[in-house]
């Protein structure tokens, strides 16, 4: 088996999950293969693996002829019990234009990272945002003050790993609602990172849902790491996982 993992210009790796990556899949012995340019990848074997950025990724999954049949996935409705807060989509234009909806955070809701999602609440904050041809369509939602954030490393329908990632350190995690909402998310893809956070009062929250073939690696073990991103380039490209049954 053989990955193709994403490299600057200097032939190092872009960035630390593709070291993670290149490990992982070394140590399970797969080939790797750097590249800087998506281009640089001549074979056209879907069964060949890629790692890097979300907008390479994709690139690679268009020149093989593959049309993702999910779009983005942040806020499942299958999920939305979990949400505690109130979230809708709108545009950037619409959101500009009704000041009384300000005071909220915002992200992309068709092209993930088309902006990093962030809280509006004054004009200066729509700076760069406003296209002059087309408009954006937007998550919208309700800010809540999380104390502590974790990602949740699903495959296949179980936990592969969950790593905390932001605030207070000493929280504690209530395993059960990960666990309700890995059953409840009923369509969900093989591999994905399910953020959930616990707010002031105590309270647990979904944060968003992260597609997996991309996705950073917070620490989690070099081995599941690649295990998690074959899952789910497998499942984009309708190849066999080898690593499934590890």
């Known amino acids: 088996m053989k990955a193709y993992i994403q490299a600057n210009k200097n032939g190092d790796f872009y960035n630390v999950n593709a070291f993670i990556a290149?490990?992982?899949f070394t140590l399970l012995g797969w080939e790797t293969i750097k590249f800087y340019d998506i281009k640089e990848i001549i074979d056209n074997n879907p069964?060949?693996?890629?790692?890097?950025?979300?907008?390479?990724?994709?690139?690679r999954l268009a020149i093989l002829g593959i049309e993702r049949k999910q779009g983005e996935i942040d806020y499942p409705n299958s999920l939305s019990s979990y949400f505690g807060r109130k979230i809708w989509t709108t545009t950037i234009q619409e959101l500009?234009?009704?000041k009384q909806n300000w005071n909220v955070f915002i992200k992309p809701k068709?092209?993930?990272?088309?902006?990093?999602?962030?809280?509006?609440?004054?004009?200066?904050?729509?700076?760069?945002?406003?296209?002059?041809?087309e408009d954006t369509n937007?998550?919208?939602?309700?800010?809540?003050?999380?104390?502590?954030?974790?990602r949740c490393f699903i495959r296949y329908g179980e936990i592969l790993d969950i790593r905390y990632y932001k605030g207070a350190?000493?929280?504690?995690?209530?395993?059960?609602?990960?666990?309700?909402?890995?059953?409840d998310f009923?369509?969900?893809?093989?591999?994905?990172?399910?953020?959930?956070?616990i707010d002031r009062e105590g309270n647990m929250k979904?944060?968003?849902?992260?597609?997996?073939?991309?996705?950073?690696?917070?620490?989690?073990?070099?081995?599941?790491y690649a295990k998690f991103l074959s899952a789910r380039w497998s499942e984009l490209t309708g190849t066999t996982d080898y690593l499934r049954n590890l």
């Open 169 to 183: 350190w000493d929280s504690k995690l209530d395993l059960s609602v990960i666990r309700n909402a890995v059953k």
């Open 138 to 150: 937007i998550w919208c939602s309700e800010i809540v003050d999380f104390i502590t954030e974790w």
């Open 47 to 59: 069964e060949d693996l890629v790692v890097g950025g979300i907008g390479n990724v994709r690139k």
């Open 96 to 98: 500009f234009e009704n």
């Open 206 to 224: 979904l944060v968003e849902i992260n597609d997996g073939h991309s996705l950073g690696t917070y620490g989690i073990d070099a081995v599941n």
């Open 22 to 24: 290149n490990e992982g």
């Open 186 to 197: 009923v369509d969900a893809p093989a591999a994905y990172g399910l953020d959930f956070g």
């Open 110 to 133: 068709d092209v993930t990272k088309k902006f990093a999602g962030k809280v509006v609440k004054e004009y200066k904050d729509f700076i760069g945002l406003i296209g002059e041809y």
